[in-house]
T-cell receptor, first 115, second 115 residues
Framework: GAGVSQSPSNKVTEKGKDVELRCDPI?????LYWYRQSLGQGLEFLIY????????KSGLPSDRFSAERTGGSVSTLTIQRTQQEDSAVYLC?????????????FGPGTRLLVL | AQKVTQAQTEISVVEKEDVTLDCVYE???????LFWYKQPPSGELVFLIR??????QNEISGRYSWNFQKSTSSFNFTITASQVVDSAVYFC????????????FGGGTRLMVKP
């Protein structure tokens, strides 16, 4: 597709379960970002990939959160032992080469609800 | 540390009115980039504009215009002759070369344009 795609679009899970969120960046974009949008915290950065490497993991809120990227393309954000405070919209973005001046293009997000 | 402040959490106007959304930023970097994104009810963040810190020229695109003033660390966004379709949440964001490639977002301004 032409844009960033994310799946699932909605996820409802029970507290304590693990979830995986997927992001498919724009073809040819080497940089990929994960952000979280929640009512109390606004839009916050989670992690950034350049190729398959993650030089900046500073935004991951706890060790229950992890992410990987394979083949320089698809990325998966995994949340283990989900908590209710993990409920949020998880947004993925990509940019061409990862320079600070580049525009990041966002996907539609995955809305996660932890019961 | 970087910070973006959008003091207006919600604005309501009547169609055809002009409206200005304020954005104030803080950064210690001399090279930085400012962005505006629109988030319609569908949820996807849509890129509107990017400016770099060396270019203070104002920009106009149709009914949209942006006023960048380094002296006041502001990057304000004006919609002329607003339309109902402009109803959305608008985010101002900042990235800087020396602060990784993440975007730091303001809290967003919800604009409601009534017919």
């Amino acid at each position: 597709g032409a844009g960033v795609s994310q799946s699932p679009s909605n996820k409802v899970t029970e507290k304590g379960k693990d979830v995986e969120l997927r992001c498919d960046p724009i073809s040819g974009h080497t940089a990929l970002y994960w952000y979280r949008q929640s009512l109390g915290q606004g839009l916050e950065f989670l992690i950034y990939f350049q190729g398959n490497s993650a030089p900046d993991k500073s935004g991951l809120p706890s060790d229950r959160f992890s992410a990987e990227r394979t083949g320089g393309s698809v990325s998966t954000l995994t949340i283990q032992r989900t908590q209710q405070e993990d409920s949020a919209v998880y947004l993925c973005a990509s940019s061409l080469a990862g320079a600070g001046w580049e525009t990041q293009y966002f996907g539609p997000g995955t809305r996660l609800l932890v019961l | 540390a970087q910070k973006v402040t959008q003091a207006q959490t919600e604005i309501s106007v009547v169609e055809k009115e002009d409206v200005t959304l304020d954005c104030v930023y803080e950064t210690r970097d001399t090279t930085y980039y400012l962005f505006w994104y629109k988030q319609p009810p569908s949820g996807e963040l849509v890129f509107l504009i990017r400016r770099n810190s060396f270019d203070e020229q104002n920009e106009i695109s149709g009914r949209y215009s942006w006023n960048f003033q380094k002296s006041t660390s502001s990057f304000n966004f004006t919609i002329t002759a607003s339309q109902v379709v402009d109803s959305a949440v608008y985010f101002c964001a900042l990235s800087a070369n020396n602060a990784g490639n993440m975007l730091t977002f303001g809290g967003g301004t919800r604009l409601m344009v009534k017919p």
